[in-house]
Structures are given as C-alpha cells and as structure tokens.
C-alpha cells in the first residue's frame, strides 16, 4: 500500500500563517499537521507517500525531507495550483494512483491514529471515511443506507439543513483498492477533467461512480476518533483544544466560558441550564418565526421591560432587562459605592466588579460550605458594609436559605440601610415552591432590595442571553436603563419572554420533573466511593473527594478518556487546598454516564 497526499492548495484563509507556508505547515500545538500525519503513516509500513505539491512547493519538500522519514518520498508538482482544485492535483498523480492500494489524503487533517487504522484495518478493499455530521462541518456529506453503501455524495448546493440528521460529513481520507482505482476511479477522473474542466473536487468523480450498479466503495464510520479539518484560524483553535495534553485541555476548555456545542460530543457538566425546559413547542414556536426575528428589529428597553414586568406581576419602572444577568451586575456594580459583604466561595462575577478592599468576605466554618440568614447577619452586624449579597440557593454550594429567613435579611438590611441584593437565579429549582422575592408587594416594603434573576439557568435558554434585574428604587432602575444599550436584547431574547406566559404549566411540570431527578442524581452518586455529595436545592450538586483523590486529575481524565467536563473548583476562592468539585445536573441519560464513569475511576 502506498499513501497520496494532496499538499498543492494555497490556504487563503488561514491569512497570515500561510502567508509563506503552505497549509499543512501550520502548527497545532506546536506540531505542523503534516509531522503528525508522517508520524501516522510512518507506522503503517507503507511501500512510499506520495506528495502533490503546489503552493510553496519547494518549502513544503525540504520541510518533509528534514524530518528523516523511513518511508520513501516522491513528488508531483501542480505548476498550477492557483487555478486548478484538488481535481487537477489527484489527476496529475494518476499513474500512481493505478500501481497499488493507495491511501488518499488531504494535507489540513489533524487526526488521532486510531482514525487512519479505522482505513487500514478495516476489510473491504476501497472505503470513503465518514463521521456523524455535525455543526462545524464544512464540505462533502455522504447519505448511506442500511449496510453503509454510499447512497449519494452532497455537494454544498445539494446540502439541505432540514436532514442533516440523515447526513455523514466525509472526512477527506479514502482508501482505495488497486482494483478499485484502475477499472473505475482514473477512467471516471480522466473523463470528468476532460468533459468538466480541472477547477473542480475529486468528490466529484465519487459521486458519479456511487450511479453504478457496483460502485466498489462503501463508507466506514468514526465512532468517537478525533478529528479536525482547518480551514481557518477558528478550526486551528479548535483544534488545539481537542488535540491538547490533557492538562492543557481542562484550561482550554475552561477558559472558553460556553460555545460547547462547537464540541457536539461533549457532555458539559460544567454550566448550569435546566435539562428539561423549554418543552418542545416552545421550541417549534420559535423555530415558526426564525425568519422574521432574524431579519426584524427588537423593540427597545421601555417595551422589554413592560414584556419581562408582565410575566413576573410587576410594573415597568421596577425592572430592567439584561443581555444576560452578567450584564445587569456589571453595571449594578459600578453604580453602588462602599464596600459589600459576599460569601465566600460563591459566583465571583459581583465581586470581580468592586476592588478587593472593598470585599469583605463571610466564609463558612462548615465542610459543606452551609449558612443562614442568621449567620450572614451575626457577621456583618458590626462590618461597614453599604451592600450585603446573597445568591440563594449560592453558587457552588447550592445552599438555600428559606423565603421566610431571607425576608428577616431583607428587614434588617433596610433597617441599616444596606443594599440587599438577592441573585435568584437558581431558585426555582429549590423544593420551596414559592421562593421567589419577585412580588410586588415584597420589593415595595423593602425598597433597598434588588432582585437578580438570570433567565438562562432555570428556563433553559443560554443562548438567547436574558436576564432581569427588579427593585423599588426607581431612581436606581432609571438609571441602570440608561447605562445599558437601548437595544441590548435581541428579537429572540424579546419574543421568548413575549410567549414564555403560554408555557407557564410546562415550566412547572419541568420543574416537578428536574425535583425527582435531582433526587434520584444524588442517590446515585451516593454509591460512588470516595464522593461525600452535598444538599442542594440548586441544579448542580457540590462535591468532596475524600479519598485523597485530586480534583483537577479527576476533572482532566473525564475529559480526556469520557469527554465529560466537571468544574475543578480546587483553584476558586475558599477552596484553596481542598478537593472539591461541582456537577450539573442533567437528564436522566446524561447523569447515568456521568455516575459510571465516576464509579470507573473513583470506586
């Protein structure tokens, strides 16, 4: 068997790292794609491989043959490359092509070799390697039928959105016979470059040979192998993620904030939504007016507010709407002075917007990081404290404090004069049913109180960025709306709380459901050895290692042989030294994979 490597093409997109390297020069962690391929290969024992050279050429091959490959080398070049396409390059290396099994590559993969073997070692003489499609994929998809013969090749204009359930992305490696490549590739190549020109993708040929009654090729499927195709400065950071250590991996990925489903097989324990809203016709709902919220403007912050008000039984003047609550405490912040009271560990965002002399920390004297209301006010009882926060249920605790104790907080802070602010974004999930400060006659008798509610947790829509901020200090709200952008929310963010009222039965028989799940989630956990798991009425449970086990190893090997990410909490403020993690909670599918891999690794 010998290996063609199609290296020709120019890489435009990748700006200026292909500026004067060709594409498969480029480094993915400090490696160039095309040493990581040569390093797969050179285990095969191949007869040689095979280059089509082009853009940068002569660089590209003194570059290859720095690398003492054992292989032997051989070389083609497209004088042409700036006007021809892949077609043209396969063409040129035809005579090759029809001398023995040839693996056929393209030079922008980066690849685990458990990918390659899926070629080499599969029987069937000539396969087009395929992977479920997925968001980020660009290029030729194939459809298959029952026994993976290839049904139909896709080209981009072919490409329809509404089946991409049914479609698999081909991942530019093939393996084809001897056979294969004489009685049908190169007759089919020679005719299609005569007939249509040599500006085209060698796919093309493929797609005609899949009309015969025995087109030879089937498709083998990754079930899991990593892979990347770059084509862009996005797809190399992307990968850099996927191929880093796997110590190196936790912090990428960490440090991204979101956007995993860029990574569709990645179970994220990590961020916080609420696996079972919003129902599905909800969802239809907005799907039915994609087009027209895509294309049409969103009112402004007067109507947003009377929208958001409506479905929480306030008035307009007492509420604000955020791109998120990340923005409403961003700016809720920087409006009020003085030094401010938190717990500690908690959800760092509040305190990260005032200096640290200006935070003065409650840290519990408890292993499971517990405390009342009646704690928080022994506390700050003599701190010169302007403002007093409390995330309830906290974050990552998943401590509660009951309506009734907070109310007590709330009417000592306004006999003192203190800003109580109370972040309920996780409330809802609490057992206490009715939990919320969000009542009018609630927010009227204590006017020093904000309420903060981010929409994304409990109603399942991240995506959509919405988050609310209530109070009855006018004054204070009035302003907070003029701090922000008048257009801060978008359409879908303004008409998903335009219709979430219709839904409201939904959201609670979501929540009757989560309640049992959560449940059940810690029973479960409760089984694995070495996880003490803590009380928590929020949707994520805060967990002790106590069997010396580090937190950080665990969370790096989840991610590294499940693909499940866990926040390593060993690193945040009020942990320091101790082993301690936080898991969302997700469906029943979800957290069932999750207590296995945890029982594999900790029992």
């Known amino acids: 068997m010998q290996a063609i490597i199609l290296a020709a093409g120019m890489g435009k997109r990748l700006k200026e790292l292909t500026s004067n390297a060709t594409k498969c020069m480029v480094e993915v962690n400090g490696v160039t794609m095309i040493e990581k391929t040569l390093g797969h290969l050179e285990k095969l024992g191949l007869k040689r491989i095979v280059f089509v050279i082009g853009y940068e050429g002569q660089k590209l091959k003194s570059y290859v043959e720095s690398l003492n490959i054992k292989t032997p080398l051989e070389f083609i070049d497209n004088d042409v490359y700036y006007k021809t396409n892949n077609i043209y390059s396969l063409y040129l290396a035809k005579e090759k092509l029809v001398e023995d099994d040839t693996l056929l590559l393209e030079s922008d993969l980066v690849y685990e070799e458990a990918v390659i073997r899926k070629l080499v070692d599969h029987p069937y003489p000539s396969l087009t390697l395929v992977d479920k499609f997925e968001s980020w994929m660009d290029g030729t998809c194939v459809t298959l039928d029952e026994d993976d013969n290839i049904t139909a090749f896709l080209s ?12 698999y992305k081909t991942v530019n490696l093939y393996k084809f016979s001897k056979e294969f490549s004489q009685k049908h590739y190169v007759p089919f190549l020679e005719a299609y470059c005569k007939a249509l020109g040599t500006n085209e993708y060698y796919e093309q040929v493929l797609k005609v040979i899949t009309f015969l009654d025995d087109p030879q090729i089937k498709a083998v499927k990754l079930n899991g192998e990593k892979w990347y195709e770059i084509d862009d400065v996005q797809d190399l950071d992307i990968a850099e993620t996927l191929f880093a250590t796997k110590e190196e991996r936790l912090k990428r990925m960490q440090s991204r904030y979101g956007g995993y489903w860029r990574y569709p097989k990645l179970l994220d324990f990590c961020y916080l ?82 200096n640290a002399e200006d935070v003065i920390a409650f840290l519990p004297s408890n292993e499971d990081y517990s405390y009342s209301a009646e704690d928080l006010m022994n506390y700050y009882a003599d701190k010169d404290i302007k403002t007093l926060l409390l995330i309830n249920p906290d974050n990552p605790s998943g401590n509660y404090i009951p309506k009734k104790d907070v109310l007590l907080l709330a009417a000592w802070a306004e006999e003192r ?187």
């Open 156 to 167: 981009k204009r072919e490409f329809d959105f509404s089946k991409t359930d049914e479609y």
């Open 273 to 354: 939504v609420n696996p079972y809203f919003p129902c599905r016709k909800l969802i239809d709902e907005m799907k039915s007016n994609f087009e027209t919220l895509l294309t049409e403007y969103p009112s402004g912050m007067s109507v947003n507010s009377l929208i958001a008000a409506k479905d929480f039984g306030l008035h307009k003047d007492q509420m604000v709407v955020g791109n998120g609550a990340s923005e409403l405490i961003k700016s809720l912040m920087e409006q009020l002075p003085g030094k401010i009271g938190v717990v500690k560990p908690t959800f760092e965002e509040y305190p990260n917007r005032k």
């Open 417 to 603: 004069e203190i800003c109580l602010i109370v972040d309920e974004s996780f409330v809802d999930f609490a057992d206490e049913t009715d939990s919320s400060l969000l009542e009018q006659a609630v927010l009227t008798q204590y006017p020093h109180l904000f309420v903060m509610k981010s929409i994304s947790k409990s109603y399942g829509v991240p995506g959509i960025r919405l988050g609310i901020l209530a109070g009855d200090n006018k004054e204070m709200i009035a302003k907070l709306k003029k701090d922000v952008s008048i257009w801060n929310i978008n359409s879908f963010g303004e008409f998903y709380l335009q219709i979430y009222e219709k839904y409201a039965k939904d959201y609670k028989a979501a929540m009757d459901k989560f309640r049992q799940e959560r449940r059940a989630f810690v029973n479960a956990l409760a089984e694995v050895q070495g996880l003490r798991v803590i009380p928590s009425q929020a949707n994520y449970l805060l967990c002790e290692l106590t069997n010396g086990e580090s937190a950080t190893k665990l969370a790096e090997d989840l991610l590294d042989e499940d693909n499940i990410l866990i926040k390593d909490l060993s690193t945040k403020k009020g942990f320091e030294g101790r082993n301690y993690i936080r898991i969302a909670i997700r469906d029943e599918k979800d957290n069932e994979k999750l207590v296995a891999a945890l029982k594999k690794k900790l029992n």
